[in-house]
């Protein structure tokens, strides 16, 4: 076999052995889409249960917003944003792109005179801010694919703490989060939210009215109390809001990993395409090449 | 006044048991509350303890629940808890680990830990 012939046929063989793998990847990426969803489907009912049960106790509570939570910094010097990444790379711009918005975000904030401190999860997010030499409020690694309560509720308390300590003794005032919304298979965006100080009540009373239930809260008896029970509740509320976007990220890498195998597959198929029809030129070659070399021989003996 | 409640238990991660029940018994930082038909709008913050719903036919379910709060509406109940677990989910000789765990490391200041063991346990022997 000529040597030309064998090139050829060892790069198909290659290409054809990472087509595998990408297949199998956007395979697997598009099976983990669906679980994604289902999680973040059965996730609903609590966050629709909680929004209306803070915006009833919000409603009976003396003064909304004094509470901690929701009173807006006079002077903001600091705020911290967490941003959502991917902890494994193959998925297409996505982890860039959140890591692009955030330093948008960052920039903004520094203008206003803010100082930024990021709270990153995913394994490229963080090496993202480590190669910069950038220090980070908090990393959390290992579980961008299938983000558990367990680990928004860490990472809720972790900002939650931040921002009850005072500013001056390196407390944040604002607390913001850049995650990609996941709206279905074709479309997630990168999407930034500011989760404290809390808007909930304007927010949520607007949700409700619009929700098409529109009726007015019954008229609950609390206990221990309306500020009690608004206090115990919005905690959940931040860590509720922190799962909601670990499960939109969640599901919209997978979607991302999904669009970037399919196109990876994509382009082996081609390439192994144009490679065959090389080949098979290649061999015909050699074939002419033979017969001309035997035909030449001959005619010299002959001759 | 005999008809059914309806009764849904959501934890954040997904819904838990949903149903029509003839009472609900939770532990609220006050003490114990009975729910039955007809009971006021409602809505108290839970503790960390078995909830235990009382089906039509007199059978029991008892629910750990960790933190949340439920809310009583013109005959239906909402539990909304952080974690909640019927018995068939929880594994007896892992909730026995976790309490021992936690009464070794308990400081006196918080003690739900134990609680929260202790409730796990209690449901899964039912």
């Given at each position: 076999?000529?040597?030309?012939?064998?090139?050829?046929?060892?790069?198909?063989?290659?290409?054809?052995?990472?087509?595998?793998?990408?297949?199998?990847?956007?395979?697997?990426?598009?099976?983990?889409?669906?679980?994604?969803?289902?999680?973040?489907?059965?996730?609903?009912?609590?966050?629709?249960?909680?929004?209306?049960?803070?915006?009833?106790?919000?409603?009976?509570?003396?003064?909304?917003?004094?509470?901690?939570?929701?009173?807006?910094?006079?002077?903001?010097?600091?705020?911290?944003?967490?941003?959502?990444?991917?902890?494994?790379?193959?998925?297409?711009?996505?982890?860039?792109?959140?890591?692009?918005?955030?330093?948008?975000?960052?920039?903004?904030?520094?203008?206003?005179?803010?100082?930024?401190?990021?709270?990153?999860?995913?394994?490229?997010?963080?090496?993202?801010?480590?190669?910069?030499?950038?220090?980070?409020?908090?990393?959390?690694?290992?579980f961008s694919d299938q983000p558990s309560y367990a680990h928004a509720k860490e990472i809720g308390e972790e900002l939650l703490k931040a921002f009850m300590t005072p500013s001056a003794e390196g407390g944040v005032d604002e607390i913001h989060v850049v995650y990609t919304n996941f709206t279905n298979m074709a479309i997630q965006q990168t999407r930034v939210r500011r989760v404290l100080p809390l808007e909930v009540v304007d927010e949520i009373v607007d949700t409700t009215t619009e929700g098409g239930t529109g009726t007015p809260f019954p008229l609950y008896e609390f206990e221990p109390s309306a500020e009690e029970v608004l206090d115990a509740l919005l905690p959940r509320y931040i860590d509720q809001m922190v799962y909601l976007s670990l499960l939109n990220s969640a599901a919209s890498e997978h979607a991302a990993r999904r669009r970037a195998m399919k196109s990876a597959t994509d382009n082996a198929e081609e390439l192994i395409k144009s490679l065959s029809r090389a080949a098979n030129a290649a061999r015909q070659a050699e074939i002419t090449q033979e017969i001309s070399e035997i035909v030449g021989g001959a005619d010299a003996l002959s001759a | 006044?005999?008809?059914?409640?309806?009764?849904?238990?959501?934890?954040?991660?997904?819904?838990?048991?949903?149903?029509?029940?003839?009472s609900v018994v939770a532990k609220t930082p006050e003490g114990d509350v009975g729910i039955l038909r007809g009971h006021e709008p409602m809505l108290a913050l839970l503790m960390e303890a078995p909830l235990r719903i009382e089906l039509e036919d007199g059978s029991n379910i008892l629910v750990a629940v960790h933190g949340g709060f439920f809310s009583v509406d013109s005959d239906t109940v909402n539990v909304i808890a952080e974690v909640a677990e019927l018995a068939q989910d929880i594994d007896i000789d892992r909730a026995k680990a976790a309490l021992s765990r936690a009464q070794a490391q308990v400081d006196s200041e918080d003690l739900s830990p134990v609680r929260r063991a202790e409730a796990r346990l209690h449901v899964a022997k039912a």
């Open positions: 076999m000529g040597a030309q012939l064998r090139v050829y046929r060892r790069r198909i063989r290659s290409v054809q052995a990472t087509k595998k793998i990408t297949k199998a990847m956007e395979l697997i990426a598009s099976a983990r889409i669906i679980r994604a969803q289902n999680h973040l489907k059965a996730s609903l009912p609590y966050l629709t249960q909680l929004v209306d049960a803070v915006s009833a106790a919000a409603s009976h509570a003396s003064d909304v917003s004094k509470h901690p939570l929701t009173a807006k910094s006079v002077n903001p010097v600091r705020a911290a944003v967490l941003v959502i990444t991917a902890d494994r790379g193959l998925a297409g711009a996505y982890s860039s792109n959140t890591i692009k918005e955030t330093e948008a975000l960052t920039h903004n904030l520094n203008e206003k005179g803010m100082e930024v401190v990021p709270y990153v999860v995913g394994r490229k997010g963080v090496a993202f801010y480590r190669f910069r030499n950038r220090a980070t409020g908090g990393d959390y690694t290992g | 006044m005999s008809g059914p409640l309806a009764v849904a238990v959501v934890s954040a991660e997904r819904s838990i048991w949903s149903g029509s029940a003839k």
